[in-house]
């Protein structure tokens, strides 16, 4: 697990089927790197995983229930 550039964001939310431009995957990188820096030392460890594409789903209100 590695903090997402805004590269990685664009490509995930591409995959995702998300409009996400070059200030939203920039932002997104941001403010979610902390939390990949925070996790680092257990990464692998967990049963989950951080993924940059669903802060965007949610904020468009896609994300199903």
């Not at 995959?15 to 257990?42: K, L």
Request: net charge negative.
């Amino acid at each position: 697990m590695t903090r997402p550039t805004a590269k990685d964001v664009r490509a995930i939310a591409h995959v995702a089927d998300v409009p996400a431009d070059d200030e939203v995957a920039t932002r997104i990188a941001s403010s979610i790197g902390p939390a990949f820096d925070g996790f680092a030392p257990v990464s692998g460890t967990l049963p989950m995983d951080l993924e940059p594409a669903s802060f965007l789903l949610a904020q468009i209100g896609k994300v199903s229930k």
